[in-house]
């Protein structure tokens, strides 16, 4: 019994630090990188992912909607638990090659951005990635078409294409 109770008080504290239902709205609140799962930096005015992003090993959700963002650098892959990437509203124009390593990434929302197509190596996360949204991306036809023989198996949002020539 005592050891029950020893082993009780000793982990309580390591489990209340844990607050996987935590958002976190700013770096400014975090202490420690390892224990932010929801980070939401909407409408920060950022031009790129804050360095510091890439130090929190245990992010699951990252919303970086509403910034000015127009890359992603490879180091977004070191992110190997994100399940949620939300880039909406930013003026991104393409996603780097390394996201095709971020095996455990569930939903990429994209909606809003200038993003028209997706790299090749993107196919690995064919069956792994459940939900792209693409709406008020102003994709064509082909390019919608590209993206679906790419990820055949993933639930695409995204508006009726443009069949037209700018």
């Known amino acids: 019994m005592h050891r029950w109770l020893l082993a009780v008080f000793v982990l309580l504290p390591a489990l209340a630090a844990a607050q996987p239902d935590k958002v976190y709205k700013s770096l400014a609140e975090v202490d420690d990188p390892s224990q932010v799962y929801v980070l939401r930096l909407r409408g920060k005015r950022l031009k790129s992912v804050p360095p510091q992003v890439y130090g929190m090993p245990n992010l699951r959700e990252l919303d970086l909607r509403g ?47 200038r993003v028209t197509w997706l790299p090749d190596e993107f196919e690995r996360l064919d069956g792994l990635l459940q939900v792209l949204d693409l709406r008020s991306c ?29």
Do not use: F, G
Not at 86 to 105: G, I
Not at 144 to 162: F, G, M
């Open 67 to 113: 910034n000015r963002i127009r890359s992603l650098s490879d180091s977004i892959a070191l992110l190997t638990h994100l399940e949620r990437l939300e880039l909406s509203r930013n003026p991104l124009d393409s996603l780097p090659a390394a996201m095709a390593s971020m095996t455990e990434l569930k939903e990429l929302v994209l909606w809003d951005t």
């Open 138 to 166: 102003r994709l064509l036809l082909d390019e919608q078409k590209a993206i679906e023989r790419l990820l055949p198996s993933v639930k695409k949002l995204w508006d009726y294409a443009c069949n037209c020539s700018d």
